[in-house]
């Protein structure tokens, strides 16, 4: 069964970090971009940030810039998304997703983790 697996979640207080992961079970990541979701209760989903296949190319959206950095091991299969200087703001599900190119049409989602910045 090709699935994605977030991990990392958690409660944090303002300022501080979590890391976020998201692992390929039943395929492989290398031939995707891999896109980084949130949703917080009551908002619509929004692009957090982006990384190529190669992993050469990274986008983000302006609310997390400098803040937050993905990366990818294709050797572990695993893409990550380091979150530092974390804001109440930042409190939703994440999720990650497939897609062929950065700009393109999303494949498949993960089922998303809770993410909850308070103090």
């Known amino acids: 069964q090709l699935q994605l697996v977030e991990s990392g979640g958690g409660l944090v207080q303002p300022g501080g970090s979590l890391r976020l992961s998201c692992a390929a079970s039943?395929?492989?990541?290398?031939?995707?971009?891999i896109g980084w979701f949130r949703q917080a209760p009551g908002k619509e989903r929004e692009g957090v940030s982006c990384?190529?296949?190669?992993?050469?190319?990274?986008n983000y959206a302006d609310s997390v810039k400098g803040r937050f950095t993905i990366s990818r091991d294709n050797a572990k299969n695993t893409v990550y998304l380091q979150m530092n200087s974390l804001k109440p703001e930042d409190t939703a599900v994440y999720y990650c997703?497939?897609?062929?190119?950065?700009?393109?049409?999303?494949?498949?989602w993960g089922q998303g983790t809770q993410v909850t910045v308070s103090s």
């Open positions: 039943g395929f492989t990541l290398d031939y995707y971009a």
């Open positions: 990384i190529s296949m190669s992993g050469g190319s990274t």
């Open positions: 997703a497939t897609r062929y190119y950065c700009s393109g049409p999303v494949g498949a």
